[in-house]
């Protein structure tokens, strides 16, 4: 049995990875099952919110009673949250999106062409979506994810002050993909609360009610 800690309350997220073409077969992409964004979509339901998963490349089922926008790039995933985000009390950030995307997609498939030297790719940074939504005159709620492969508190803690946001949550690399457990640590003004190593539905519920209770103090 479950409270429903976010009745009432319409929660967006981001999961998966983002997809960067680079020709119509070839691209740029980040590590991501999208299993840690969709058990977070699935408790958040549960606990009586209204829920939109934007979602990357991934795949898994749309979790029951969820709304799925699916998306490929990042530039996708930056304009859809745009349009939704202002329906939404939280967003939930999960997403592993690419920091930087080619420059240019090039139309035809790039021939591999012999004795030439291998060709460069010019790269251009992506849209930093959390941090454009939790500046917004009237933001939702906004909690971020942080995957590092060492210095989680520090790099975490970092990220959630340039961010500007009230929550993040890290996870070791080697914890956090793919799988279907993980071990969290919730980093907020209240300093860091550990969540040790669960199922993620599991974890994605003791951070639904860690949300519940954020949300309650704004
Ligand atoms: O999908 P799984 O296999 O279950 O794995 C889950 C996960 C490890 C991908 C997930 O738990 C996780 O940690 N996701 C965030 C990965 C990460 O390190 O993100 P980041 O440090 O690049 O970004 C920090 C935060 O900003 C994240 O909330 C991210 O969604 C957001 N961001 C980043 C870049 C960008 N351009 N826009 C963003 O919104």
């Known amino acids: 049995f479950q409270p429903k800690l976010l009745a009432g309350k319409r929660v967006l997220l981001t999961a998966g990875p983002t997809f960067e073409a680079i020709d119509p077969v070839r691209g740029i992409t980040n590590l991501s ?7 977070i979509s699935r408790a958040a339901y549960e606990a009586g919110a209204q829920v939109t998963l934007v979602s990357g490349p991934v795949s898994l089922p749309c979790p029951v009673g ?13 304009a859809t949250v745009h349009q939704q985000v ?17 420059a240019q997609v090039v139309e035809q498939k790039i021939k591999k062409r012999l004795q030439a030297s291998p060709p460069s790719i010019e790269l251009v940074a992506n849209p930093d979506i959390l941090g454009e939504v939790a500046a917004l005159p ?48 919730l980093f907020d003004d209240d300093g860091a609360h550990p969540l040790p190593p669960a199922p993620k539905i599991d974890l994605a519920r003791q951070l639904v009610a860690r949300v519940a209770l954020l949300l309650e103090k704004v």
């Open 66 to 78: 969820v709304r799925r926008i699916a998306v490929t790039s990042a530039l996708q995933m930056h």
């Open 86 to 102: 202002a329906a939404h009390d939280v967003f939930i950030a999960v997403a592993a999106v690419a920091d930087y995307r080619p």
């Open 33 to 39: 099952s999208g299993k840690m964004g969709y058990a």
């Open 138 to 185: 009237s933001p939702p709620l906004c909690v971020g994810f942080a995957a590092e492969s060492e210095n989680l508190s520090e790099y975490a803690e970092s990220k959630r002050r340039s961010k500007k946001i009230p929550l993040i949550v890290g996870n070791l690399i080697q914890d956090g993909f793919s799988g279907d457990c993980n071990t969290l640590i």
